[in-house]
Structures are given as structure tokens and as C-alpha cells.
């Protein structure tokens, strides 16, 4: 009986324990959401932060890409979001994305700016809880004055 005690204390509390993963500090993603107002595909001048965007975390397993946790969260009035995350993800693939526009107006996702990557785990020397995920954006549905002016700095630039 004392070597089954033993046993269960030594190695299947600790494994129990590990399987939850929780971690004592959650782990929190940060981002922004806006509009781009000239649907250049990036931030511009004309772009503007987006209050009560949805987004959600998106974890999934490494090999065979099932989604393993979801957890929503919306944009406040700066076009900023917040979403705690108590569990770690080292074997996992971690994103935050859009999912829904609170401008009918500005509701196309802009191709390529609709997920961001985020690493969601406290085994990689980050001494921070907050992971930042990179800024995302919706497109307006057409594009708004000034905008060809505008873009005609990023075409000067570019030369």
C-alpha cells in the first residue's frame, strides 16, 4: 500500500498536474483592430482603430491542426483588445483573429491582416505575460476621399 501511495505521489500527481497546463499568471494577448478607410492593405494615415470588433484566440495541435481552444474578446473604444489566456500552449499553434466588424461600412477583412501570430507559453525565456499580436484590420467598402492622394506618397516612396 505504501509503494502505491509512493507511486501516485512521485508520478501520476505531477503528470495529472502538468496535463492541465494552467499557468499561475494567464497569459494575456494584446492587440488592435481597425479600418483601413483607402483599402491599401496596411495602416495609412486614413486608417482608423476599431471599437467593438470581435476577435478570438485560435489554438491548435501542431500535427493535425484541430482547433483545441477558442477564447473571444472585443475591441474597446481605442480599437484595443484583451483576452486573458490561463492555460499554456507549448505544443500548439496560437493566432488572434477577426471574426466580426462593428462597421457594417468597414467589414471586409484585408487579406492577410486577418490573423496574427502569438506565442502563448511561459517556456521561452519571455519574461512578460503579455504576448503583443501584431495590428489587424478590416477594409471599408469603398475607398474614402484623399485616399489617392495618399497613396500616391507610399508610389513616391517606393521609387
Not at 494567464?26 to 471599437?51: I, S, W
Request: with cysteine.
Amino acid at each position: 500500500m505504501v509503494k502505491l501511495l509512493l507511486f501516485i505521489a512521485l508520478f501520476v500527481v505531477p503528470c495529472l498536474v502538468s496535463a492541465t497546463r494552467m499557468v499561475k499568471n494567464p497569459l494575456v494577448v494584446q492587440g488592435q483592430v481597425y479600418c483601413d478607410h483607402c483599402r491599401a492593405g496596411f495602416e495609412t494615415p486614413k486608417t482608423r482603430n476599431m471599437a467593438g470588433a470581435k476577435v478570438k484566440v485560435v489554438c491548435s495541435n501542431r500535427k493535425t491542426g484541430d482547433v483545441v481552444y477558442e477564447k473571444e474578446g472585443h475591441t474597446d473604444s481605442t480599437g484595443q483588445y484583451k483576452i486573458a489566456v490561463s492555460e499554456d500552449h507549448l505544443d500548439e499553434i496560437c493566432d488572434a483573429v477577426l471574426v466580426k466588424s462593428s462597421q457594417p461600412e468597414c467589414a471586409e477583412m484585408s487579406p492577410g491582416r486577418e490573423r496574427a501570430r502569438v506565442v502563448l507559453t511561459n517556456f521561452n525565456g519571455i519574461s512578460s505575460n503579455t504576448r503583443f499580436a501584431n495590428a489587424m484590420g478590416f477594409m471599408a467598402n469603398k475607398a474614402e476621399a484623399g485616399c489617392a492622394e495618399v497613396m500616391k506618397v507610399y508610389q513616391e516612396e517606393d521609387d
